[in-house]
């Protein structure tokens, strides 16, 4: 019975899906895990979905050549870009899914190249991988049981798809470094690097970004839990989810008092050329606000020693991100008293405010600052 009513139910929307390439597709069996994908980054990387994305491009000499270099992590989905012989043209890839559920879950295994890796996809477009560690080195296909002329049985596995838990990249978070470890541009210059340094103990891309959460896997399995697909750190709570990876603390002084700020990720923090990190701070006494200085965290690029576009950058104008598993201090000379109210708040400018007035285009909303990590603390007697 289970296995009749499941073919009822599910294999027509798999049918009405029409493309197997598309994530609507996978929508059929998944639609916990799509509804949390189309609000991702990913589903909106392109032009047609990242105003920031769209920014740039507008001002890339590659759009006025006729070749869109960006394809091969930005839209991934659509194979008429992923060569870059072509322009993006606005379609229902480019609006909904330019990195598709099966950009991720096909990555076979990624080249290592100076000026960035490359994701080399696996050929069959109907296996998928996936990371259990009770099913790792196994592979899951569709198999049904079926007793007294098939009206009683069960099923495992997917009538759509084979599932593939033998690729360690799954496991380790290199799928993600295919398109996040780092770009050079045609200098040979190093825009943005990462600067991935994993420690025993230290968790993956995948654990830290895409947590285990409530919600069924896919409508055959009711009741379990899945990894959280909404992946997109430019929104206040994917942003929060991130400060348990930040320590912030403070430590009298005869003058005042320092700040050590520790980012125990395996990563760099605000790599990206257009990112802005801050670290804010306030004292409250006696109803009152005393704003403590800001610090700031970047990696300004450009030439002859002027900021420039990442294309035509060819050295490092400042460079004050923060390493991984880096500590840093800071001293404030700002005495405190009994009773006082110390605030602090590590966040982030998805695109640094002053950059964005130099850049027809950014909305006002990506230069908004996004909290990471906030701690407070009243001053004892």
Request: aromatic fraction near 10%; glycine fraction near 2%.
């Given at each position: 019975m289970k296995t009749f009513l499941f073919s009822l139910l599910v294999l027509p929307g798999i049918l009405a899906a029409g493309n197997p390439q598309s994530s609507h597709t996978c929508q059929a069996?998944?639609?916990?895990?799509y509804r949390e994908y189309s609000r991702s980054i990913h589903a909106h990387a392109s032009i047609y979905g990242d105003p920031v994305h769209r920014a740039i491009w507008n001002l890339h000499p590659d759009r006025k050549a006729g070749r869109y270099s960006c394809g091969h992590c930005h839209t991934p989905s659509d194979p008429a870009l992923t060569q870059g012989k072509t322009l993006p043209k606005e379609n229902s890839i480019q609006r909904e899914e330019p990195i598709a559920c099966q950009s991720c879950h096909r990555i076979s295994r990624i080249e290592h190249h100076a000026r960035a890796d490359r994701i080399i996809y696996r050929p069959e477009t109907k296996t998928f991988y996936a990371a259990d560690p009770q099913r790792k080195g196994s592979v899951l296909r569709y198999h049904k049981t079926a007793f007294l002329g098939g009206l009683f049985g069960g099923i495992s596995g997917?009538?759509?798809?084979?599932?593939?838990?033998?690729?360690?990249l799954y496991y380790n978070g290199g799928v993600c470094l295919g398109c996040h470890s780092h770009k050079q541009n045609a200098k040979g210059f190093t825009i943005c690097d990462l600067g991935v340094e994993r420690r025993p103990g230290d968790?993956?891309?995948?654990?830290?970004?895409?947590?285990?959460?409530?919600g069924p896997l896919a409508n055959q399995k009711p009741g379990t839990r899945h990894a959280y697909h909404g992946s997109n750190l430019h929104d206040p709570e994917g942003t929060k989810r991130m400060g348990k990876y930040i320590d912030l603390n403070y430590h009298p002084t005869k003058d005042g008092f320092i700040v050590v700020l520790k980012n125990t990720a395996p990563h760099t923090l605000f790599a990206q050329p257009l990112r802005l990190g801050e670290l804010r701070g306030s004292l409250?006494?006696?109803?009152?606000?005393?704003?403590l200085p800001s610090r700031k965290f970047f990696r300004r690029i450009g030439q002859d020693g002027h900021p420039t576009p990442p294309w035509l950058a060819d050295s490092v104008l400042k460079d004050s991100t923060i390493r991984a598993h880096e500590s840093r201090?800071?001293?404030?000379?700002?005495?405190l008293k009994p009773g006082d109210l110390l605030t602090l708040t590590l966040g982030y400018h998805p695109v640094d405010p002053a950059m964005a007035k130099k850049i027809p285009g950014?909305?006002?909303?990506a230069t908004r600052f996004l909290p990471i990590r906030?701690?407070?603390?009243?001053?004892?007697?």
């Open positions: 069996c998944h639609p916990t895990i997917s009538p759509f798809h084979t599932v593939d838990y033998d690729n360690e968790k993956s891309c995948i654990q830290c970004h895409m947590p285990k959460t409530d409250y006494r006696n109803g009152q606000e005393i704003p201090t800071f001293h404030y000379r700002t005495s950014i909305p006002k909303e906030q701690r407070s603390w009243t001053i004892a007697p």
